[in-house]
């Protein structure tokens, strides 16, 4: 099953667009699953913490990100402030024909964890550092398929800041508890090495790094399609934001969930009937 | 075509110039690049095209695997054979 007609009576509301609205008991199991991966992240007594909708476009350009993911990036974008200028219309296509833009400052956020390393921008640590936090985030794709692929989406991170050995035994021990979690639920799955879509990936340092050094792993449901990730930044933030730990800048890593895909997968594995579908009691 | 001793001497030779580090008379074929800190990921591009000019040929990135970088010995026996 898991065909557009079956997600639509058991609550979708689908958007050509690429993005997906809920009722009824797909909305219960979208916060059933964010509960249980809340209650993975307490595991590690990570703090919750609550981000906006996007990030300024400097701090994105000095991660990188523009240069190595521009095709991806989703921007928020106003009419110029003149009076003059804020005429528009919508075109037969649905298209707004804009007048004047004003300038582009801020990114939708494209990974829910950005806005972690940001928000502790030049702290020392003592110790290692556990936080968690959900976003909407936003990805200009090509092709949408309703759970599966769209163009924003929700994303519950949980991220280790700390030494080196901290961070690797964090991403050890969250793999275990996600390969726990799906087995638990009935979803069979697998891992496997994996790197981000970059730009121009022949001439990109972090595409090449990442074939020379796998830090990107992903759980992946029976038919491939990604539920999670899990990823080992190294010291890349810990640079890029100041964050230190005994004179030297943290390592980093997290663990990723999409909601959507496990609310596909869930679906697929079980059927539309939310009677058949696993308890979030047996998960947690 | 370079002879092995050559393109041996201009990978020493490149990685000397690019890397931050003070590289003494241990630096040798056999030391880690990336492990050791010699160079970095941003150097990784400019290395990709250091190996093709020197083999004469071009290098499938997608059929990079781990290590292939580790240092001068794994890239002579990688991309030389």
Redo the contacts between chains.
């Keep these: 099953m898991t065909g557009l007609a079956d997600l639509t009576r058991i609550g979708l509301r689908w958007q050509p667009s690429g993005r997906a609205g809920f009722t009824g008991p797909l909305l219960a199991l979208a916060d059933d699953l964010d509960e249980t991966f809340r209650s993975l992240a307490a595991r590690w007594n990570a703090a919750e913490e609550r981000h906006p909708a996007a990030l300024p476009a400097d701090l994105l350009d000095r991660l990188g990100y523009l240069e190595s993911f521009p095709q991806q990036a989703t921007f928020p974008v106003g009419l110029a402030p003149v009076e003059d200028d804020l005429g528009h219309r919508v075109a037969a296509d649905g298209s707004v024909v804009l007048t004047r833009q004003a300038p582009v400052t801020e990114v939708l956020t494209p990974a829910a964890c950005y806005h972690l390393y940001a928000a502790h921008e030049g702290e020392t640590l003592t110790g290692p550092l556990y936080l968690t936090t959900r976003n909407t985030c936003f990805r200009q794709e090509r092709r949408c398929e309703p759970l599966r692929r769209q163009r924003s989406f929700t994303m519950r991170e949980i991220v280790c800041l700390g030494a080196e050995a901290e961070t690797a035994a964090f991403l050890s021990q969250a793999r275990q508890w996600a390969d726990d979690l799906a087995r638990l639920m009935g979803l069979p799955v697998s891992w496997a090495p994996a790197t981000d879509p970059f730009f121009r ?9 990442q ?4 830090s990107k792993h992903e759980l992946l449901y029976a038919d491939g399609l990604a539920l999670g990730s899990v990823n080992l930044h190294r010291t890349h933030f810990g640079e890029a934001f100041g964050i230190t730990r005994d004179g030297a800048p943290v390592s980093s890593a997290c663990v990723a969930f999409g909601l959507e895909r496990w609310m596909y997968a869930v679906a697929d594995r079980h059927g539309a009937d939310p009677a058949n579908w696993p308890a979030r009691e047996a998960a947690a | 075509m370079l002879s092995e001793p050559e393109i041996r001497t201009n990978l020493r030779a490149w990685v000397r110039r690019k890397s931050a580090a003070d590289l003494g008379a241990d630096f040798g074929d056999g030391t880690p690049l990336f492990e050791g800190g010699l160079l970095r990921s941003i150097h990784v591009p400019e290395l990709v095209l250091v190996l093709e000019r020197l083999r004469g040929a071009p290098i499938d990135v997608e059929a990079l695997a781990p290590c292939d970088f580790q240092d001068v010995d794994t890239m002579i026996g990688r991309f030389f054979a």
């Design positions: 990936p022949r001439t990109s340092p972090g595409y090449l790094m074939r020379l050094q796998p």
